[in-house]
């Protein structure tokens, strides 16, 4: 059975009311109502806007949340390519976001549709911890990254008063997952990424990795 935040993602209405409603309310709520998550926000968005020829896959893209910031600098052949399940929030994304270097596509994060080693940027924006087994996606997005290419996560974490017992559980109940400190860096470490880098933001977490060079 679907969870409740399954459900809200399949649902059209809320595919039209989460960018510009529901996400600035969310969050702020990672920050504990504080801005540390919106700055580090801007700052991700600035990054991904910078010019270059690269590909860019963004999974579980919902409608399109860095879908502008992430195809806008892009040159030469690059691509953005925005992955997601619900219909709801492809089509949603689609049409707020028509990009001329880039597409949509319906797909499972379990099984991403797309030959190792293609993408110089994979993304997981505000997703994971709505993802059911979430940990084999991870093992996806290091396969389909580039020697070279760059891993982007942004996802809950057990810290702060997620880290107080029975919070976990509870928000279990919603369907959203709060991840261990270390439990997304030991599946990267196991896929022989480096450069590894986690920033904490009240009970959400940026992680930032690399593929090495052959």
């Given at each position: 059975m679907a969870s409740p935040a399954e459900r809200l993602m399949h649902n059209r209405v809320f595919s039209q009311l989460y960018e510009r409603a529901w996400r600035p309310v969310f969050t702020r709520g990672f920050s504990l109502g504080g801005s540390?998550?919106?700055?580090?926000?801007?700052?991700?968005?600035?990054y991904l806007v910078r010019p270059g020829e690269r590909s860019v896959l963004?999974?579980?893209c919902g409608p399109g949340n860095y879908a502008q910031d992430a195809a806008r600098g892009l040159t030469g052949d690059g691509v953005y390519v925005g992955l997601d399940y619900s219909q709801a929030m492809l089509t949603q994304a689609a049409t707020a976001n028509p990009i001329e270097r880039g597409c949509f596509v319906r797909g499972d994060a379990h099984h991403l549709p797309f030959a190792s080693e293609s993408f110089d940027t994979v993304t997981c924006l505000a997703a994971l911890y709505l993802i059911p087994d979430p940990l084999p996606?991870?093992?996806?997005m290091a396969r389909v990254v580039a020697p070279g290419g760059e891993l982007i996560i942004f996802t809950s974490v057990r810290a702060s008063v997620a880290a107080l017992p029975g919070a976990a559980a509870?928000?279990?109940?919603?369907?959203l997952r709060l991840f261990g400190r270390t439990e997304l860096l030991t599946r990267l470490a196991a896929?022989?990424?480096t450069q590894v880098?986690?920033?904490?933001?009240?009970?959400?977490?940026?992680v930032h990795a690399r593929k090495?060079?052959?």
């Open positions: 540390s998550t919106l700055t580090y926000d801007r700052a991700l968005r600035a963004d999974i579980a996606v991870l093992d996806e509870l928000a279990g109940l919603t369907g896929h022989e990424l880098e986690q920033t904490i933001t009240g009970v959400g977490q940026y090495p060079l052959r």
